[in-house]
């Protein structure tokens, strides 16, 4: 069963709130299924819905905020270990892991694209959809190159953005090209900010 876990403070041992099928509603007043006392708190807050393997969070138009992890929601989903804070009070997700069964589908080949790069002037591969651009990804399964607007993008709820291959739609990964013009990037970043460091030294005098 899906719980949320309320850490220890001041020598409090954890508090454990059981969350039951369906709604689950937090607040100050006596209505909720989870009484929270905290002043920061509304009367009616937030809801947690369980269904299945799923839990998702609604703020209840709350003064102050319903949040994830940090991060201000209305409406998201909540998965075992984010963190959500009412008020000032935080706690923690615990539930069983999610099980998708999926049928096993065959993926289909794309034929609009060369199977090997075009090489640049500076030797770096280009991207097999614009032999004209350096390619910027990689895939590791299928060794093809593509450029930053051929790759597919894929936004995970609560995660980082998925590059995947237009091709075979694993992950890929940052070319050579990529990485290095990223650590040129750092380099020329690292000594602007040495020089308007040294120039800020060199200007300031100390007040007499």
Not at 84 to 96: F, H, N, Q, T, V
Not at 179 to 207: A, D, S, Y
Request: charged share 25%; proline share 8%; net charge neutral.
């Amino acid at each position: 069963m899906a719980k949320l876990i309320i850490g220890s403070t001041g020598g409090q041992p954890a508090e454990v709130l059981e969350l039951k099928p369906g709604v689950n509603r937090f607040g100050r007043s006596a209505e909720n299924d989870h009484v929270l006392a905290d002043p920061e708190i509304s009367d009616l807050h937030c809801e947690v819905l369980v269904d299945n393997d799923f839990i998702f969070v609604r703020d209840l138009d709350s003064t102050n905020g319903t949040f994830i992890d940090g991060d201000a929601i209305r409406e998201s989903a909540l998965y075992s270990g984010q963190r959500l804070r009412l008020g000032s009070i935080e706690m923690s997700l615990d539930a069983p892991p999610i099980r998708l069964t999926l049928p096993e589908l065959p993926k289909p080949e794309r034929t609009d694209i060369p199977s090997a790069p075009t090489p640049l002037a500076d030797g770096y591969p280009s991207c097999l959809g614009h032999a004209n651009r350096h390619a910027v990804w990689e895939c590791p399964h299928c060794s093809r190159l593509f450029c930053d607007e051929c790759i597919r993008k894929l936004r995970r709820v609560g995660g980082a953005q998925l590059k995947l291959c237009p091709s075979c739609s694993n992950p890929c990964k940052l070319t050579a090209w990529s990485e290095m013009m990223r650590n040129k990037k750092k380099g020329f970043f690292g000594t602007l900010v040495t020089k308007l460091t040294e120039g800020i030294k060199r200007t300031t005098r100390p007040l007499r």
